[in-house]
Nanobody, 120 residues
Framework: QVQLVESGGGSVQAGGSLRLSCRAS????????MGWYRQAPGKQREMVTT???????NYADSVKGRFTISRDNAKNTVYLQMNSLKPEDTAVYYC??????????????WGQGTQVTVSS
Protein backbone atom coordinates (compact mmCIF):
# COMPACT_ATOMS: atom_id res chain seq x y z
CA GLN A 1 0.00 0.00 0.00
CA VAL A 2 0.92 3.63 -0.46
CA GLN A 3 0.26 6.44 1.99
CA LEU A 4 0.34 10.14 1.21
CA VAL A 5 0.89 12.68 3.97
CA GLU A 6 0.46 16.38 3.28
CA SER A 7 1.72 19.35 5.23
CA GLY A 8 1.97 23.10 4.90
CA GLY A 9 -1.59 24.35 4.78
CA GLY A 10 -2.80 27.29 6.79
CA SER A 11 -4.28 30.75 6.68
CA VAL A 12 -2.83 33.70 4.81
CA GLN A 13 -3.95 37.08 3.56
CA ALA A 14 -4.56 37.73 -0.10
CA GLY A 15 -1.30 38.22 -1.95
CA GLY A 16 0.56 35.94 0.41
CA SER A 17 2.30 32.64 -0.18
CA LEU A 18 2.14 29.09 1.11
CA ARG A 19 4.08 25.95 0.32
CA LEU A 20 2.50 22.52 0.50
CA SER A 21 4.40 19.25 0.70
CA CYS A 22 3.26 15.68 0.19
CA ARG A 23 5.37 12.63 0.84
CA ALA A 24 4.46 9.17 -0.38
CA SER A 25 5.51 6.20 1.71
CA UNK A 26 5.02 2.45 1.72
CA UNK A 27 6.32 -0.41 -0.36
CA UNK A 28 6.51 1.74 -3.48
CA UNK A 29 7.91 0.39 -6.69
CA UNK A 30 7.15 3.34 -8.90
CA UNK A 31 5.20 6.60 -9.03
CA UNK A 32 4.39 8.21 -12.34
CA UNK A 33 2.07 11.20 -12.02
CA MET A 34 1.75 13.20 -8.82
CA GLY A 35 -0.47 16.20 -8.39
CA TRP A 36 -2.58 18.52 -6.34
CA TYR A 37 -6.34 18.85 -6.39
CA ARG A 38 -8.60 21.11 -4.38
CA GLN A 39 -12.18 21.20 -3.22
CA ALA A 40 -13.93 24.34 -2.06
CA PRO A 41 -17.14 24.21 0.00
CA GLY A 42 -20.10 23.30 -2.19
CA LYS A 43 -17.92 22.63 -5.23
CA GLN A 44 -16.51 19.57 -6.93
CA ARG A 45 -12.90 18.57 -6.52
CA GLU A 46 -10.79 20.05 -9.31
CA MET A 47 -7.30 19.53 -10.64
CA VAL A 48 -4.84 22.24 -9.71
CA THR A 49 -1.61 20.89 -11.15
CA THR A 50 0.17 17.65 -12.00
CA UNK A 51 3.73 16.58 -12.66
CA UNK A 52 5.12 13.44 -14.25
CA UNK A 53 8.17 11.55 -13.08
CA UNK A 54 10.02 13.19 -15.95
CA UNK A 55 9.05 16.67 -14.81
CA UNK A 56 6.33 17.56 -17.30
CA UNK A 57 3.75 19.80 -15.67
CA ASN A 58 0.16 20.77 -16.23
CA TYR A 59 -1.70 23.64 -14.54
CA ALA A 60 -5.29 24.75 -14.26
CA ASP A 61 -5.76 28.10 -15.99
CA SER A 62 -6.79 29.69 -12.70
CA VAL A 63 -3.38 29.11 -11.11
CA LYS A 64 -0.99 29.51 -14.05
CA GLY A 65 1.75 31.97 -13.27
CA ARG A 66 1.01 31.88 -9.52
CA PHE A 67 1.50 28.24 -8.49
CA THR A 68 4.51 26.04 -9.13
CA ILE A 69 4.65 22.28 -8.71
CA SER A 70 7.92 20.45 -8.19
CA ARG A 71 8.98 17.00 -7.26
CA ASP A 72 11.82 15.11 -5.61
CA ASN A 73 11.67 11.60 -7.03
CA ALA A 74 14.31 10.29 -4.62
CA LYS A 75 12.13 11.34 -1.69
CA ASN A 76 8.78 10.47 -3.32
CA THR A 77 7.72 13.99 -2.45
CA VAL A 78 5.79 16.61 -4.37
CA TYR A 79 5.62 20.30 -3.51
CA LEU A 80 3.24 23.11 -4.37
CA GLN A 81 4.50 26.67 -4.10
CA MET A 82 1.52 29.01 -4.08
CA ASN A 83 2.16 32.73 -4.60
CA SER A 84 -0.17 35.69 -5.03
CA LEU A 85 -2.92 33.79 -3.29
CA LYS A 86 -6.50 34.91 -3.77
CA PRO A 87 -9.59 34.31 -1.62
CA GLU A 88 -10.92 32.04 -4.37
CA ASP A 89 -7.96 29.72 -3.75
CA THR A 90 -9.51 28.83 -0.39
CA ALA A 91 -10.12 25.08 -0.35
CA VAL A 92 -8.99 21.76 1.00
CA TYR A 93 -5.97 20.72 -1.05
CA TYR A 94 -5.42 17.03 -1.73
CA CYS A 95 -2.27 15.33 -2.89
CA UNK A 96 -2.65 12.58 -5.47
CA UNK A 97 -0.23 9.97 -6.75
CA UNK A 98 -0.54 7.23 -9.32
CA UNK A 99 1.69 4.53 -7.91
CA UNK A 100 2.58 0.87 -8.05
CA UNK A 101 3.58 -0.98 -4.91
CA UNK A 102 4.91 -4.39 -3.98
CA UNK A 103 1.37 -5.62 -3.27
CA UNK A 104 -0.73 -3.63 -5.75
CA UNK A 105 -0.76 -2.71 -9.41
CA UNK A 106 -1.14 0.91 -10.50
CA UNK A 107 -3.61 2.75 -8.31
CA UNK A 108 -4.52 6.31 -7.57
CA UNK A 109 -3.86 7.34 -3.99
CA TRP A 110 -5.05 10.40 -2.09
CA GLY A 111 -3.78 12.29 0.91
CA GLN A 112 -6.01 13.31 3.79
CA GLY A 113 -6.21 16.92 2.63
CA THR A 114 -4.88 20.15 4.06
CA GLN A 115 -6.88 23.35 4.48
CA VAL A 116 -5.77 26.53 2.75
CA THR A 117 -7.65 29.68 3.70
CA VAL A 118 -7.00 33.02 2.02
CA SER A 119 -8.60 36.10 3.53
CA SER A 120 -9.21 39.35 1.70
Amino acid sequence: QVQLVESGGGSVQAGGSLRLSCRASGSILSINVMGWYRQAPGKQREMVTTITSGGSTNYADSVKGRFTISRDNAKNTVYLQMNSLKPEDTAVYYCNANARSVSTNWNAYWGQGTQVTVSS
